[in-house]
DNA sequence: CAGAGATCCTGCAAGC
DNA sequence: TGCTTGCAGGATCTCT
């Protein structure tokens, strides 16, 4: 399921095929798709279309395409690139790669095209569990779970599609925050940065977590403290970290969450890595089930195998009606089990 | 008010 | 074979 480096992978996919093209028509195949957007189906399809995507930003888990109106002279097609992909993978994560208020990346445009001016509104989508945006040829035949088609104006020959099984996902149209040079909607302004953008605040991370009673595994996927952090990559980060989930994070000491965070940051780039590289053709290519990664992971999904670093048995716990796994003899359950408690004693 | 749990949804796998 | 049940999970809502 999409998770932060599945998501950028989307991103990138998104700034390369879909930026700067004008909308000329919406379908919203599937209501639910569109539930975010409180006027309707209609509405979303009426306020996009005659507009321009101007950028693909990321936060999180997160995407988001700010709306530009149409220059006058920007009649003509776009000779938008129809080319191989290949390549776009191999950015430095965390080095831009965010997307976050990239100078340039709002006023860059395509190449011949007037740049229209901005609307004030982005289009926000989500991937959730099972969600997909692909580019595809305006020929192919519909997914089983097309949801929501965009075509466009120019003569590319392709059109965005969102593609949800579970419907999960989900696009939207909102404002954006007042002063956010990136477009950012309004609706998702609490979202923390994730650990790979370059302005993630470690000492306020850090003082959250000393702040919460809660546990470690809860604060990981908490999207207002760090974001992009789902339940798979936190298992692995809390493997690699020899923390057990339910450790309070107020037990944590400085140096001991950093090296907490430095392994969320490598498993998300180990990720990313990987996940760029099934991204060469036409389409943006987001199977959130295919595993590319799955052949890398240490800890989830692998119960009752042996631990790679101890031998011990893996194990897998209920926890908030999924699981978390974990090796018993790596990650020791915390001793102090309420966080309450945890809150007065000393830091481990 | 913060934190914990329920809830949405669909397809697949396991069990009877 | 065919049905039922459980599981998967992110974000949001509700409850304590």
Redesign the pocket.
């Known amino acids: 399921?999409p998770?932060l480096p599945e998501v950028e992978v989307v991103r990138r996919g998104l700034e390369r095929w879909v930026t700067g093209r004008v909308i000329a028509e919406v379908q919203v195949l599937h209501p639910?798709a569109i539930r975010r957007h409180l006027a309707g189906p209609t509405d979303f399809a009426d306020q996009l279309t005659g507009h321009r995507f101007a950028a693909a930003c990321r936060r999180?888990?997160?995407l988001w395409l700010p709306l530009d109106t149409v220059g006058a002279d920007a009649t003509a097609p776009t000779e938008h690139p129809v080319q191989t992909a290949t390549g776009l993978a191999h950015g430095a994560p965390g080095d831009g790669a965010t997307g976050h208020g990239a100078p340039g990346s709002v006023d860059g445009g395509v190449d011949g095209v007037t740049r229209g001016e901005a609307t004030g509104r982005s289009v926000l989508g989500?991937l959730?569990?099972s969600g997909q945006l692909l580019v595809q040829p305006e020929t192919a035949a519909d997914e089983?779970?097309l949801r929501i088609r965009v075509r466009f104006a120019d003569a590319a020959g392709t059109e965005l599609r969102f593609v949800d099984?579970?419907?999960?996902g989900g696009l939207s149209l909102h404002d954006q925050l007042p002063g956010a040079p990136d477009g950012l909607p309004d609706?998702i302004g609490h979202i923390a940065r994730d650990p790979l953008d370059p302005v993630f605040d470690e000492t306020a991370f850090y003082t959250a977590l000393r702040r919460?009673?809660?546990?470690i595994k809860?604060a990981l996927?908490d999207?207002s403290l760090i974001s992009g952090v789902?339940?798979?990559y936190a298992d692995e980060a809390l493997w690699r970290a020899r923390l057990h989930f339910d450790r309070p994070t107020a037990s944590l000491t400085r140096p001991r969450a950093m090296e907490l965070l430095g392994h969320v940051r490598d498993v998300m780039r180990a990720a990313l890595a990987v996940g760029g590289t099934s991204f060469d053709s036409l389409y943006v290519n987001v199977n959130g089930e295919s595993g590319y990664f799955e052949c890398s992971l240490d800890a989830?999904g692998r119960e009752d195998e042996p631990c790679r670093r101890c031998g011990a048995l893996m194990r897998?716990s209920p926890w908030?009606?999924?699981?978390s796994y974990f090796c018993p003899r790596c990650q020791r359950p915390p001793r102090v089990v309420s966080?309450r408690t945890a809150r007065s004693g000393p830091a481990v």
């Open positions: 399921m998770e639910r999180g888990k997160y989500h959730g569990m089983k779970h099984q579970r419907t999960f609706v919460c009673r809660t546990t809860r996927l999207q789902g339940n798979i989830y897998r908030m009606n999924r699981s966080p």
